[in-house]
């Protein structure tokens, strides 16, 4: 191999290595500034996204003014729990936790509904407002409180309400936990008796196109 082969293949490895350096320099440090699939559910009342790091979360805070947070993944033992409950506590924001763990039999699928039944609660009620709550990723489990939300205390059919979410962030299937397919069960089991007992009948009006465990209490406002 000649002088000026050799030169030209380590320029170009020298370019590929800084493309992949650049690449991940962006990612990570997009994910320390900007906010983590963030999206407006209700404007000035609900929100929805994934774990954020601290700066984002604090900006998510700030500029909605959230005086609530559910978060729906992870247990208590984690950093991530550990670190969010401490920034909540720092800015007086109520902190919810309701982690939704995998399906792995009727009693698990039990809790999973018991889980989304409390959170669909805390963030359609008012004195929650504004709200964000969130899973790890901010797509499968944020998806079905999303669903459980619009469902129960919004009145719409669960065909709307997953339309609302597939046309955000689409349904994904997952092989490992609980995902949007758990919801028709949870409609059948929660949402329909819960509209008896509160005498609530479904929305008859199609949703705006722009609408996008034991719970712990870490902070009282």
């Known amino acids: 191999m000649n002088a000026n082969r050799r030169k ?12 992949v350096a650049a690449e991940q320099t962006w990612r990570h440090g997009h994910d320390y500034v900007l906010p983590r699939e963030f999206m407006v559910v209700e404007p000035g009342k609900v929100y929805r996204g994934g774990w954020q790091k601290p700066w ?7 500029e909605n003014k959230i005086r609530t947070i559910v978060a729906l993944a992870h247990p208590d033992s984690h950093p991530l729990v550990a670190m969010e ?24 699928r039990t809790f999973v509904s018991d889980q989304l039944e409390k959170a669909a609660k805390i963030i359609g009620d008012p004195a929650n407002q504004p709200v964000f709550f969130h899973c790890h990723h901010g797509v499968n489990r944020a998806s079905m409180a999303h669903i459980a939300y619009r469902t129960m205390m919004c009145g719409w059919s669960l065909d709307d309400a997953q339309k609302e979410v597939a046309s955000q962030f689409g349904l994904v299937r997952v092989n490992h936990g609980p995902d949007y397919r758990h919801m028709e069960r949870f409609y059948d089991e929660r949402v329909v008796p819960y509209r008896l007992a509160h005498k609530q009948k479904p929305a008859s009006e199609e949703p705006a196109a ?3 465990s034991t719970a712990k209490d870490s902070v009282v406002r």
């Open 210 to 212: 722009e609408s996008a």
């Open 8 to 19: 030209w293949l380590r320029g170009a490895l020298g370019v590929a290595v800084g493309g």
């Open 85 to 108: 409950k401490r920034i909540c506590e720092e800015t007086g924001v109520r902190w919810v936790h309701l982690p939704i763990h995998d399906i792995r039999g009727d009693d698990t």
């Open 56 to 62: 984002p979360l604090r900006r998510i805070i700030r």
